[in-house]
């Protein structure tokens, strides 16, 4: 059974930083995908930021220059590191894990949310 739990969201006041972690157990982690989603109060669940197994990245055009993800295959976990964080960035942010090795393949486990907020 694969698991992902999600760590270090909070309240930041905007400019600041936050870095999430998604430590995961139950399957090769290494071997798949790992993403990072969000969804605000009244909006529709986005892609933020992926990597691939071979360690690829992609991020949508609002975190580009100010966002980060990696991961440690060592450790099953992924890190987002968001700075320069925006009012708009607001969400509950969700880590997922994918059905491939490629970040473009889609994504079969998520963990609960941790909740963002920045204060402006």
């Known amino acids: 059974q694969v698991q992902l739990v999600e760590s270090g969201g909070g309240l930041v006041q905007a400019g600041g930083s936050l870095r999430l972690s998604c430590a995961a157990s139950g399957r090769t982690f290494g071997s798949y995908a790992m993403g990072w989603y969000r969804q605000a109060p009244g909006k529709e669940r986005e892609l933020v930021a992926a990597i691939s197994s071979g360690g690829s990245t992609y991020y949508t055009d609002s975190v580009k220059g100010r966002f980060t993800i990696s991961r440690d295959n060592a450790k099953n976990t992924v890190y987002l590191r968001m700075n320069s964080l925006k009012p708009e960035d607001t969400a509950v942010y969700y880590c997922?894990?994918?059905?491939?090795?490629?970040?473009?393949?889609?994504?079969?486990?998520w963990g609960q949310g941790t909740q963002v907020t920045v204060s402006s």
């Open positions: 997922a894990s994918g059905s491939g090795t490629e970040y473009y393949a889609g994504y079969d486990y």
